[in-house]
């Protein structure tokens, strides 16, 4: 995925500090803006930049260049004096996310604070009217800032994704096929997401003709415990990671999801895909099971807004306790990207089929987790809570298994959305919620 490009425009070229009035003469002249204002507003721009963004920082005097800017996927604009609120609209008119940035009162005055919020109040009209999603958003402050940037990344990531769904998408939501599909359809045209398709038939095919090597010491030295699995079993574990790693590259894809429960593939093959979704989660690959669109968006959003593995669940609520108990045979390892600290597992069969070759993760206890559910049949609202971990169970599901603390399980219950979950180490919650800010999503924060 190619990198992002924010570019920091300074619109306008006077701007008076406070401190710069004469009070015993003063002057109704505005000032240049001192050298100070831009340094601070160079260092606080690039401070709340995401971390492998490309960026520039310019002046604009003139409203020919916000016609002709340099190529960017984000403009942040710092509006000072003199300029026109036209000058914004002709930046908006390039269709890229617009950030409005502005210092606080007791720095610096001008002329700008009085035409930003003009644009604010024609541009939402012009977007309403023209049934458009409105890209510009405020800043408070640099922190602000900050997240802000960062949620038009997981924006940007999320319109660059390239996901391949392996076998039919699963009937959802309300059980239809037709709806199913329909939600394909809805991923792209609302995220602007690539989907590539592929048949079960087409995967089986792939898989019978497949003749490449199969080492699965790495999987036996992983492993803390193997339960019940011989060799042949660990090696169609593998062969079904190299097949779906040979998939992604072909494709240049770098998100999958797989019709894997009740599905053709496992009726023709015997063998899930659950350790290999394992592993392409802890590798930066979002891979949910299922072939459940809905969830896969939802990965994706929570992933790149956590920077974390996402584990796909299936949820169970129990008000009278405030608890939770999430389920999946798909669980990654790891904790976060770019750290190192991972759960161990034992391996032993999918729950529901006892065949192929799942993880048994076994979660931190006293963690903090992220937990999302997005709308199942819309796409525009995403429950999003936080618990801590209290448990790692063995009931009658799913293999990794455990119990989480929340405040409020029975307004979770009533506010409940989609149908698998995803689960990260870490609250995240302000940080996903910035994400739907950007992408036009409701959050319901429990």
């Known amino acids: 995925m190619d990198r992002m490009k924010v570019v920091g425009l300074i619109l306008g070229s006077h701007g008076t500090p406070p401190d710069a009035i004469d009070r015993g003469n003063p002057s109704f002249k505005p000032t240049p803006i001192p050298e100070s204002v831009k340094e601070e507003i160079r260092e606080g721009f690039i401070g709340a930049l995401p971390k492998d963004v490309d960026f520039d920082l310019m002046e604009v005097r003139g409203e020919h260049q916000v016609i002709e800017p340099p ?57 309403e009217r023209l049934g458009l999603r409105s890209k510009f958003f405020l800043s408070r402050n640099w922190d602000d800032l900050s997240l802000l940037l960062r949620a038009i990344e997981v924006d940007y990531k999320l319109r660059h994704t390239r996901a391949v769904c392996i076998g039919e998408p699963m009937y959802e939501p309300f059980h239809s096929p037709e709806w199913g599909y329909a939600m394909v359809r809805l991923a792209q045209e609302k995220f ?52 779906l ?32 979704l394992s592993l392409l989660n802890d590798e930066g690959i979002p891979a949910a099971c299922e072939a459940d669109t809905t969830t896969l968006v939802d990965m994706l959003i929570t992933v790149y807004a956590s920077n974390s593995p996402g584990f796909m669940v299936n949820p169970y609520l129990f008000p009278a306790d405030n608890h939770l108990l999430v389920s ?35 979660k931190e206890v006293g963690e903090r987790v992220t937990i999302t559910g997005i709308s199942h049949d819309s796409l525009d609202k995403m429950l999003i809570v936080s618990g801590e971990i209290e448990e790692n169970t063995l009931f009658s599901t799913c293999r990794s298994q455990v119990i989480i603390r929340v405040n409020d399980a029975k307004g979770i219950a009533e506010s409940y959305q989609g149908r698998h979950w995803i689960v990260v180490y870490g609250d995240h919650r302000e940080m996903i919620g910035k994400a739907n800010e950007v992408l036009g999503i409701q959050s319901i924060m429990l």
């Not at 403009?75 to 210092?103: E, M």
């Not at 019978?208 to 790495?218: L, Q």
């Not at 998100?255 to 899930?272: D, K």
């Not at 759960?343 to 993880?359: C, I, K, M, Q």
């Open 71 to 127: 190529r960017a996927d984000a403009y942040v604009v710092f509006p000072f004096q003199s300029i026109h609120d036209r000058w914004l609209h002709a930046l908006y008119s390039h269709n890229k996310p617009l950030v409005i940035a502005t210092l606080p009162l007791a720095e610096v005055f001008s002329y700008g604070n009085v035409y930003y919020p003009y644009f604010i109040r024609d541009a939402r009209e012009i977007d």
């Open 192 to 243: 602007g997401r690539t989907w590539l398709q592929m048949s079960s038939e087409s995967f089986i095919n792939l898989w019978n003709e497949w003749r490449g090597e199969i080492d699965i010491s790495d999987i036996k030295g992983r492993a803390r415990n193997i339960y019940g699995l011989d060799d042949e079993a660990l090696g169609e574990a593998k062969k079904m990671y190299l097949i």
């Open 245 to 276: 790693r040979s998939i992604l590259e072909r494709e240049e894809a770098n998100a999958l999801t797989i019709n894997c429960l009740a599905s053709i593939i496992l009726r023709r093959l015997n063998v899930t895909p659950c350790y290999a």
């Open 328 to 362: 999946h045979c798909t669980s990654p390892t790891l904790h976060r990207y770019g750290d190192i600290r991972r759960d161990e597992f034992d391996l032993r069969t999918h729950f529901e089929s006892n065949l192929g070759v799942a993880p048994q993760v076994f």
